[in-house]
């Protein structure tokens, strides 16, 4: 190997070394709220996808709430994902505050009555400020959606979206041979 290969090679690493910037935020209102919103962030980065993860609450931190929404888009976010448990605001005050596309998350926490509470509070929106709301808990989907809405101008990551779901049906058929 010679000095120039050397320099082949450091330029490769550093190349590959390059962080990717987070096209999805992905944000909680508490960390209690982790263990669920983990599987967002597992969904999307199993696809490929930069992920920045955050705890901003639209009751606790209402400033870093509205800054976060605010800037989001000059910070090369695409996609912003918002689970909350309770009362649910930070979805509905995210989506307003930015033109980005925002998936709400409904959590069963501690403080929820049944769920119904969170699940609500980031449906029901009024006309004019939609959020994508999922499943009670159900942040994988969140994140797969997101990474769909990316996929609908990026080619390699809709290859990988229709990959995933050619595993699921496989998943199925093995499930009926499980069956026979
Ligand atoms: P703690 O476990 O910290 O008491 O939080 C959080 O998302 C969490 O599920 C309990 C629950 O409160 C929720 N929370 C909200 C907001 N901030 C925190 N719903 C908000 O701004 O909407």
Redesign the pocket.
């Known amino acids: 190997m010679n000095a120039n290969d050397n320099k082949k090679d450091s330029k490769k690493s550093a190349k590959t070394s390059v962080k990717k910037a987070p096209q999805v935020g992905v944000i909680?209102?508490?960390d209690?709220?982790l263990p669920i919103m983990r599987e967002a962030v597992e969904a999307l980065r199993g696809f490929g996808v930069a992920v920045e993860l955050a705890v901003v609450?639209?009751?606790?931190t209402p400033e870093r709430?509205v800054e976060y929404a605010k800037s989001a888009r000059a910070r090369g976010l695409k996609v912003i994902i918002a689970?909350?448990?309770?009362?649910?605001?930070?979805p509905g005050l995210g989506a307003s505050l930015t033109s980005l596309p925002v998936i709400g998350v409904p959590?069963k926490?501690?403080?929820s009555i049944d769920g119904w509470d969170s699940v609500l509070s980031i449906l029901q929106m009024p006309a004019g400020i939609p959020v994508a709301t999922v499943a009670l808990n159900g942040a994988r989907n969140a994140g797969i959606l997101a990474a769909a809405i990316l996929g609908s101008s990026d080619a390699k990551l809709a290859r990988r979206l229709d990959d995933y779901k050619e595993e699921l049906k496989e998943k199925v058929r093995l499930m009926n041979e499980g069956l026979a």
């Open positions: 909680m209102g508490s209690s709220d609450s639209a009751h606790r709430m689970g909350a448990g309770g009362a649910a605001h930070r959590i926490s501690s403080n």
